[in-house]
């Protein structure tokens, strides 16, 4: 089963546009990451945000979490061609050291020149 | 270190034939994951490990799929007897607890 769900399931911007993708999830989480994925390769992570952050950059990412809503966004700012990938976000639940890690459906982007 | 190390990489067999696939983990990381991703259903988390113990295998689809971590650094998936729906590309990934987690490159698995 999947926990989170991710929205829009693609996307398509032209190279130096903004690009939002949207995570929704169910059950109470210990952080959130997001990683992307080349077509055929494995997934890489991108950044991680813990339950009690609400914003957080990284270069030309800005993740933001709202627990309340259960909600995550994760804006990719002035796109380039090489940020065409899949987009998933990811959630870390569970007590002690075992923290299982389960992941949406994820957002297909496309950035053309 | 190299990273999660997947192999094969690619797989073809024929039904009913059993596979296995193999994943060495990044060394010092506890936390290992197995996950299924078509594109039907996305990435389903099959199992995960902590300290080479299994935490929770409720995605394992049926009794025909197991997976075992002989020791700290690998683990085994295993499909016998295997199925043309369980084509798919299985990764796994290793971590430290809640932090972020590394993937191999995935096996690419065909059943004919």
């Known amino acids: 089963s999947q926990q989170g769900e991710e929205d829009p399931q693609a996307l398509s911007i032209q190279e130096g546009e903004n690009a939002t993708m949207n995570c929704s999830y169910k059950?109470?989480?210990?952080?959130l990451q997001w990683y992307r994925q080349n077509s055929g390769r494995g997934l890489v992570h991108l950044i991680l945000?813990?339950?009690?952050?609400r914003e957080k950059h990284s270069g030309r990412l800005r993740v933001t979490l709202d627990t309340s809503k259960k909600s995550s966004s994760l804006l990719i700012t002035a796109s380039r061609a090489a940020d065409t990938a899949s987009y998933f976000c990811?959630?870390?639940?569970?007590?002690?050291?075992?923290?299982?890690?389960?992941f949406g459906t994820g957002t297909r982007l496309q950035v053309t020149l | 270190d190299a990273g999660v190390i997947q192999s094969p990489r690619h797989e073809v067999t024929e039904m009913g034939q059993e596979v296995t696939l193999r994943c060495k983990l990044i060394?010092?990381?506890?936390?290992l994951f197995w996950y299924r991703q078509t594109m039907m259903r996305g990435l389903e988390l099959l199992i995960y490990?902590?300290?080479?113990?299994?935490?929770?295998d409720s995605g394992m689809p049926e009794d025909r799929f197991s997976a075992k971590m002989p020791n700290a650094s690998f683990s085994t998936l295993k499909i016998q007897p295997s199925e043309p729906r369980d084509s798919a590309v299985y990764f796994c990934?290793?971590?430290?607890?809640?932090?972020?987690?590394?993937f191999g490159q995935g096996t690419r698995l065909t059943v004919v």
């Open positions: 990934a290793s971590s430290l607890p809640g932090a972020q987690a590394f």
């Open positions: 059950t109470s989480i210990n952080n």
């Open positions: 945000i813990r339950s009690n952050e």
């Open positions: 990811a959630t870390t639940e569970g007590t002690g050291t075992a923290s299982k890690l389960t």
């Open positions: 060394s010092g990381h506890n936390s």
């Open positions: 490990f902590n300290n080479n113990v299994p935490i929770d």
